[in-house]
């Protein structure tokens, strides 16, 4: 059955973390803030996070400027590879270069990566039942941002990879009942001063 009201998704992957990924940076610590400074006045039902430390992290700094919304930590927010596509999915140009980005991913990346990414998308996507509007914050990470992002354009599966989403910016998508997904949001730095911006994103690609 269709949903009923709309849903904003809010989508941010976390701040940055340190070299052994086992927390977040003096930056990605003043990322999060600010973007629980923007995010303040925002009626969210809930906050789901990753179980990873750079995500849990980021979303109890976030959380420290929400009025009582309660943190869920999911599996599905997690960091993991989404989907692999066959050399036959890609572009004839590109085709090579993703499959080497790939050729990394564990047996059990494979084996548990696509399912956890169908359950991201029950879980946070859609419209949903009821009389009033739903805004729900997800702490990920890039790949699963990009996942979503895809999702929404209804691309091809293989197109989550290319996409790139810096630290702590903000992406939205709206769910509204009989109306294609839109995106209101992509990569939203604004909150953060200049020198917070672009971390996690490709060297060669800062603006």
């Known amino acids: 059955m269709a949903g009923t009201a709309t849903r904003y998704l809010y989508l941010v992957r976390h701040g940055e973390a340190s070299p052994d990924e086992s927390g977040l940076t ?5 990322q999060a803030a600010l ?3 923007r995010l303040r006045d925002i009626p969210f039902t809930a906050v789901h996070h990753g179980p990873l430390p750079r995500a849990e992290q980021t979303a109890r700094l976030i959380g420290d400027h929400l009025q009582s919304v309660p943190l869920h930590v999911s599996e599905a927010a997690g960091d993991y590879v ?13 085709g090579n270069f993703y499959l080497r980005f790939l050729a990394g991913a564990t047996d059990e990346e494979r084996k548990h990566g696509p399912a956890l990414a169908r359950q991201a998308l029950d ?6 039942d009821g009389e009033e509007d739903r805004h729900e914050l997800v702490v990920t990470h890039n790949f699963l941002v990009a996942w979503v992002v895809r ?7 293989w197109r989550w990879l290319g996409l790139n ?6 992406t939205v998508v709206r769910y509204s009942p009989g109306r294609p997904a839109s995106i209101l949001v992509s990569n939203d730095m604004r909150h953060l001063p200049t020198e917070l911006r672009w971390t996690g994103f490709p060297p060669e690609l800062y603006i």
């Open 26 to 30: 003096e930056a990605g610590r003043r």
């Open 123 to 128: 879980l946070f996507t859609g419209a949903v």
């Open 82 to 94: 989404p989907y692999i596509p066959e050399q036959d999915e890609l572009p004839a140009e590109s």
């Open 35 to 37: 973007l629980g400074q």
């Open 151 to 157: 999702d929404a354009m209804h691309a091809p599966k």
């Open 165 to 170: 989403y810096c630290n702590a910016a903000l």
